[in-house]
């Protein structure tokens, strides 16, 4: 089956996982700007990433037959900066309109705090004013409620963002219900210890159905399974669901929220396969 992966870190992996992925079904993956485990000094480095995740990171990801789309931001981990957050922001509007670029993300909150919330607001903003799409960073473990309540809260507060343009990712039990409700798209991330596996995600699915909900690895230079969402094809299957509704949750769903980018276009015989 073929399948999307709408949030992995290919940057931090290796080219042979884009021909380990190829191999398992995957034909497209969204990159979103993340931490790269250290804070950058300045915003020279941002943009030398950007043109890394715009330029190059495509042209990997297509000697396989994957096609490379991304996202833009200063991620929270590196948003207690705010002089630097807000250059950067100021430098994205450089970016948007080069192909395979489907919005703003991840932004959100890590630890919950005021230079966060703040650094979020103006991403909104920036989304609002170029009608851009969201991905948006829910934090970790103890923070996740708390700080998914907060995104919540910002996003309904800002009356020029459109709820159906919106992913929460890293959902899980606690937090899934609240932002479906909210009318947003919600990204289950696969990680092999924490945030949600192939078993935990299949038993929401089994709650909640297959409506705005998308399935990822976030792989990245952590310990992380670029083959995460193979994995909850074959979780899917073992538990009888039908074809129609696993395809729906790893191809059909991100396709039909990238498709709200006006600059996305994808079909799989656009994608051009070289040698290497």
Request: charged fraction near 25%; hydrophobic fraction near 40%.
């Amino acid at each position: 089956m073929n399948y999307i992966d709408p949030h992995i870190h290919m940057v931090s992996r290796t080219t042979d996982d884009y021909k380990r992925m190829a191999l398992a079904g995957c034909v497209l993956v969204s990159e979103p700007a993340f931490w790269a485990g250290f804070d950058r000094s300045g915003v020279e480095g941002f943009r030398d990433y950007f043109r890394q995740l715009t330029e190059f990171e495509k042209g990997r990801a297509g000697q396989y037959g994957i096609a490379h789309q991304t996202w833009l931001c200063i991620n929270a981990k590196e948003a207690e900066n705010v002089e630097l957050s807000r250059e950067v922001i100021a430098m994205i509007p450089e970016f948007l309109d080069r192909p395979g670029v489907l919005g703003i993300g991840e932004i959100g909150l890590n630890k919950n705090t005021r230079n966060e919330a703040t650094v979020f607001q103006e991403h909104l903003e920036l989304a609002a004013r170029t009608d851009e799409l969201i991905l948006v960073h829910t934090p970790h473990l103890a923070d996740k409620y708390q700080g998914t309540r907060m995104i919540l809260d910002m996003i309904r507060a800002h009356p020029r963002i459109k709820p159906e343009r919106v992913c929460i990712d890293h959902v899980e039990e606690h937090t899934i219900r609240l932002a479906l409700d909210a009318g947003h798209w919600v990204g289950m991330t696969l990680y092999p210890i924490t945030k949600c596996s192939p078993q935990r995600a299949s038993d929401m699915i089994e709650m909640y159905g297959t409506e705005r909900i998308l399935a990822n690895s976030a792989g990245d230079w952590g310990h992380s399974d670029p083959l995460a969402v193979p994995e909850l094809i074959f979780e899917m299957r073992s538990r009888g669901h039908a074809e129609a509704d696993i395809r729906k949750v790893v191809y059909e769903n991100p396709l039909a929220f990238f498709s709200g980018c006006r600059r996305f276009r994808f079909t799989p015989r656009d994608l051009v396969v070289s040698a290497g």
